[in-house]
């Protein structure tokens, strides 16, 4: 499969905990995406990690890569309400077009 | 700015119908790419654009579907004869060349009866 493959399916935490989604792939990679989409719609792009990178961080995000293992997390820390939302981990492939995997449902109650 | 923006948001159609959907990227953005989210699964990709090139069409599901770009902007993706498994929300993209980030519109869910 050229998709990565987001796990778990569904997340359910607490507001004020963390948030570990992890996304494996069987390719190689030039980057790789994390996106996020909130109620089945548009997607928003949160951090790309290239295969030279291990780990980088945007505000509460925190993503890590490793390459030897074919694998990424997204670490969302003192989660919110707000965080409420479907996680995609996308590789580039070809043509510039992504290939998404089929996300993780997290839900961060209040 | 403006971002990509879709129309219509919303779309029901009869079995057999066509139908257009339209995708306005963002200004200066030279690639152009149409997915397609059916419920509870991932995005697939479709369709894209990059400048006077020809069309990435590797995605299409069949030949009922098409999609057009215009002037290097605006962008039509057609679907004839709609089938109830063509029911999905249908997600247009932009970036910049030779960019890896894609800016994504609101998408247009597309429920064919």
């Known amino acids: 499969s050229q998709q990565g493959e987001e796990d778990p399916q569904a997340l359910s935490i607490q507001e004020g905990e963390n948030a570990t989604m992890n996304c494996s792939y069987k390719?190689?990679?030039?980057?790789l995406q994390w996106y996020r989409q909130n109620s089945g719609r548009g997607l928003v792009h949160l951090i790309l990690?290239?295969?030279?990178?291990r780990e980088k961080h945007s505000g509460r995000l925190r993503v890590t890569l490793d390459t030897s293992k074919k694998s990424s997390s997204l670490l969302i820390t003192a989660s919110r309400a707000a965080d409420t939302a479907s996680y995609f981990c996308a590789l580039l492939r070809g043509s510039e077009k992504l290939v998404f995997g089929k996300g993780t449902k997290l839900t961060v109650n209040p | 700015g403006a971002g990509v923006s879709q129309s219509p948001s919303n779309k029901v159609t009869e079995k057999g119908k066509d139908v257009e959907l339209r995708c306005d990227p963002i200004?200066?953005?030279?690639?152009l790419y149409w997915y397609r989210q059916s419920l509870g699964q991932g995005l697939e990709f479709l369709i894209y654009?990059?400048?006077?090139?020809?069309?990435?069409k590797s995605g299409l599901p069949s030949d009922r579907f098409s999609a057009e770009r215009t002037g290097g902007s605006v962008s039509t993706l057609t679907i004839q004869r709609t089938q109830q498994e063509d029911s999905a929300v249908y997600l247009c993209?932009?970036?910049?060349?030779?960019?890896?980030?894609?800016?994504f519109g609101p998408g247009t869910r597309l429920t064919v009866l």
């Open positions: 200004s200066g953005h030279t690639a």
């Open positions: 990690i290239r295969s030279n990178e």
């Open positions: 390719t190689s990679i030039n980057n």
């Open positions: 654009f990059q400048g006077n090139s020809a069309p990435d």
């Open positions: 993209a932009s970036s910049l060349p030779q960019a890896d980030t894609q800016y």
